[in-house]
């Protein structure tokens, strides 16, 4: 089979650059311990305030016997609820959010706490906050015409005793 001289170093030049952009991909996802969220867990996002854990008089932090701490929240078109949680500082924290209505990021700035809301599905961060102090919460999927205005506040106050 007769393949042109110049059909065939495009071949090797787009295979190359194919590699060359999957390595790159791979490299940053390996040194940076990137990995897709391990929490697959299905939810009917059209009843979400019948469930019991993201029923409206249910939201918010909760200690744990364990000492840990729980989160529910919901995002939705445009704003986190509840507006305000407080959560001990270096403490186990897992973060459990859903939405009732489109695809919602959520994102505290110098913290790993920084998810995809979907959908049908309940993102859960696990993390222990380092710093005190009042920080913003906000949505980093743009969701709408109101995406600027969405965002609540997380308080990390001292540890007690
Ligand atoms: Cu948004």
Known sequence: MHI???ERTWVVVVGLLTAMMLGVIFYTAWSGDIHPPSNVEVIDS????????????NLGARTQPDGSVRVAMVATRYGFYPQHI??????????RFATPDSLHGLHIPGTNVDTMVIPGFVSEVNTVLQNTGTFPMYCNEYCGLGHHDM????TIT????
């Not at 059209?46 to 008089?57: I, N, P, Y």
């Not at 965002?151 to 997380?154: A, D, L």
């Open 46 to 57: 059209t009843r979400l305030h019948l469930t019991e854990e993201f029923a409206e008089d």
């Open 86 to 95: 407080e959560v001990p500082v270096d403490t186990p924290i897992t973060f």
């Open 151 to 154: 965002w609540s506040r997380v």
């Open 4 to 6: 042109d001289p110049l």
């Open 158 to 161: 001292p540890k007690q005793g």
